[in-house]
């Protein structure tokens, strides 16, 4: 394991911060950590990178106890903080090089580092005309300017356009699979989670409330994409298919809950032919978006369905 | 290289290649030159014997550094948080002691450019009296310590801090404080409280030995109490940097 | 008389005493201080004697003497403001007697040079006239304590070298970018 949390606990001026917060990632992963604003998923963050001392639990970091990191530990870590902030008046590839030198010099040529996230044209530019994104991209970089085993980002693709999105999520992914970094993502963008992670722990009030493999957790019940069918008639629920579960009934409107690889046009057409007369047929978001609403939730449901 | 050279460098550079660090310098610089102009404008300032005017520029000189190594003191930990490049810097594999020297060395880098820069004004203004030589030495011996110790006390508040401007005020308010004797004159000076701030005050003691070398022309030895308030309080002010430099704010 | 001679020579001050006697009851000699130096320049103190002695045969009320100062340059006549030059602008008496006298010392500091006349003047309440003492006139020379010539080029040529050095790296900066 390149990070072992069980049972985080923080507190900062007698406020709880963390209470116990578990996160699990192999070599080779992607973690996607989710939670709403003030969560804690950043404290946590600094808790795993030995910014703050933890209250409670245990923490290693490539299988040893991280206490007080090593800095074999940390020299394995590569870091794109929330900010993507730079020294203004330094161009790129100086802010490289300078950066590079703190882990013991460069580790590979730095015009290659900025080709891999799309700022070499702008190389020796000053960081100071940069566009968010390119600042984005720029942090991308100083996170894997000494070739880390462990990449800990925190947004990495906000601030970008489609394009930018999917090249570093292309990125990210060969550097998991190809070349066995394990990927901390902390995040609000579900597609990134969707497309990129191989676990997910969610967060909420500085506790993690799921976690799991994503295929795990998106294929059971109650956690696929969900639809809100409007129906003529009252239909027998026993003749829905495997895979498709009822959730919530209100009037005509009948809510259903589709574990992946469910195709919902096949479905809706099953379902006409065994009699449900669908009229109307609302998408309500897809499995992770609900999961988190569900584990993130105040105060469960605020629609007044009828729980089945 | 070194880490704290790493840090060191990035520091000088700031000063001498960033914009921020160049009007610094610029701010410095105006500060001595409106002194030495109002020194040959003003009827009164002029006819002062040349020890005096030389005496009044050192320690225009120290009062100007000290405040440059304030701004750049406050800068130092709280500037980075506010600009996102203090958890790069957490986060790489050096200490905090390790930062902290590096910080400290630019304050230091910073005085030095500070001092070569004021070498010309104290030339310009003291090149006819006989005291130019002890008032480069002198401020160099007490202007030191108690520029950097300035600087180091602004930092040690940025990193406790993380506000560039909370560090910067109350750093200046105890500035404020220490130079009275340049901003109040004697008179205050002559009370009870007075002498007393006098006697713990660094500022104090480095304009008083400006005054005693200078113009009295006194021995370096009977300036060896005085060096040890302003060594004693540079000691001090840099332990509070340490201390504070530890568990920089950095969210 | 040399240029140099002439910025640093001194100003004759009168050897002997000079005294006013106005047809009134006041009469004021002035004379400078034995010690006064024979060449006073720019930063100097002067000091000058005034002997205010009431000659007339009826007592004087609310005296007032006042030393008085004019700049006699050419092209720069003037009364000096003596702000700068002397703390002990007046003094008052409430009453001299027939045959009193005041002696007073008057220092000044010499600020600015150039030809002077100094002179002490007395007014009291019952009489709607002023006397004066005779004046003295002297010279003060320049001292240069600060060289304008070593200054002005430090003062200027360093915050220019800096503004210039901004400049420049704001225009390598602005050629490199994107």
New interface residues.
């Given amino acids: 394991m390149f990070v072992e949390a069980e049972h985080l606990k923080l507190t900062i001026k007698s406020t709880s911060i963390l209470n116990d917060v578990n996160l699990h990632l192999a070599g080779g992963k992607i973690y996607g950590l989710l939670g709403p604003n003030g969560a804690g998923k950043s404290t946590t963050i600094a808790v795993i990178l030995g910014l703050y001392d933890t209250d409670g639990g245990t923490l290693k970091l490539f299988d040893e106890p991280a206490g007080k990191h090593s800095m074999e530990a940390i020299q394995r870590i590569g870091v794109m903080p929330e900010r993507a902030g730079f020294y203004d008046w330094m161009s790129a590839r100086e802010y490289l090089e300078w950066y590079a030198e703190l882990y013991g010099g460069i580790q590979f040529p730095i015009s290659d580092l900025l080709d891999q996230v799309g700022l070499k044209h702008v190389s020796n530019s000053p960081v100071g005309h940069f566009s968010r994104g390119m600042r984005q991209r720029l942090a991308l970089a100083r996170a894997l300017s000494h070739n880390p085993d462990l990449l800990i980002l925190d947004e990495p693709t906000s601030g970008l356009d489609p394009r930018g999105r999917r090249e570093i999520h292309d990125l990210l992914l060969s550097l998991a699979r190809e070349k066995g970094t394990g990927i901390l993502l902390s995040t609000h963008l579900l597609d990134d989670v969707d497309r990129l992670c191989d676990f997910i722990g969610i967060i909420h009030k500085g506790q993690t409330v799921l976690e799991g493999s994503s295929n795990e957790l998106l294929n059971t019940p109650g956690s696929g994409h969900k639809f809100r069918l409007r129906l003529r008639n009252i239909p027998n629920a026993d003749t829905l298919p495997n895979g498709v579960h009822l959730t919530g009934r209100k009037g005509n409107w009948w809510h259903v809950s589709l574990s992946s690889g469910i195709n919902p046009p096949l479905l809706w057409r099953a379902l006409l032919k065994s009699g449900w007369q669908i009229s109307e047929i609302h998408g309500e978001g897809n499995g992770l978006e609900e999961l988190y609403f569900q584990m993130t939730s105040e105060r469960g449901n605020t629609f007044g369905e009828e729980l089945l | 290289m070194t880490p704290v050279r790493i840090i060191a460098v990035k520091e000088y550079r700031a000063l001498l290649k960033n914009q921020r660090g160049l009007v610094c310098l610029l701010a410095f610089s105006i500060l001595l030159s409106a002194f030495a102009i109002v020194l040959i404008s003003n009827r009164e300032l002029s006819l002062l014997d040349n020890a005096q005017v030389v005496y009044m520029m050192t320690g225009t000189i120290t009062a100007a550094g000290a405040l440059i190594a304030v701004i750049l003191g406050s800068d130092s930990y709280a500037g980075e948080r506010e600009r996102g490049t203090l958890i790069p810097l957490l986060t790489a594999p050096i200490t905090p002691g390790e930062l902290l020297m590096g910080k400290a060395a630019g304050i230091i880098i910073a005085w030095g450019v500070m001092y070569g820069l004021s070498l010309p004004y104290l030339w310009a203004v003291g090149a006819s009296g006989q005291n130019l030589l002890q008032a480069v030495f002198y401020l160099a011996l007490f202007g030191t310590p108690v520029v950097l110790g300035f600087g180091y006390l602004s930092m040690a508040l940025s990193a406790e801090t993380g506000h560039v401007l909370t560090a910067l005020l109350n750093s200046l308010l105890v500035l404020i404080f220490s130079t009275s004797p340049l901003l109040i004159g004697p008179g205050l000076r002559n009370s009870a409280a007075g002498r007393f701030l006098d006697a713990i005050n660094p500022f104090s003691g480095a304009l008083n030995t400006y005054d005693a070398v200078i113009i009295d022309g006194n021995s370096f030895l009977a300036q060896l109490p005085r060096l040890a308030l302003v060594v004693v309080w540079l000691g001090l002010t840099f332990a509070a940097a340490r201390v504070a430099s530890r568990h920089p704010r950095f969210m | 008389m040399s240029f140099k001679k002439i910025f640093f020579a001194i100003v004759v001050l009168s050897i002997t005493s000079v005294v006013s006697t106005h047809a009134g009851t006041i009469c004021i000699s002035l004379a400078p201080d034995t010690a006064n130096s024979s060449r006073p320049a ?2 100097n103190f002067l000091h000058f004697h005034s002997i205010i002695k009431n000659i007339g045969d009826k007592s004087v009320e609310g005296l007032v003497a006042w030393i008085s100062l004019i700049e006699i340059d050419p092209g720069h006549e003037q009364p000096v403001d003596l702000e ?1 030059w002397s703390a002990h602008k007046a003094i008052t008496v409430a009453r001299m007697k027939p045959g009193d006298t005041l002696k007073t010392v008057w220092p000044i ?1 010499l ?2 040079h150039g030809r002077y006349r100094v002179a002490i003047c007395a007014a009291d309440r019952n009489h709607p006239a002023i006397y004066t003492s005779p004046p003295l006139e002297f010279h003060v020379a320049k ?6 010539n ?2 002005f ?7 220019l070298l ?2 210039g ?2 400049f420049y ?2 225009r390598q ?1 602005r050629r ?3």
């Fill in positions: 720019m930063g700068d500091r600020i600015q001292k240069p304590v600060i060289q304008s070593r200054i080029p430090v003062a200027f040529g360093l915050p800096l503004i050095l901004i790296r704001k900066n490199a970018r994107i």
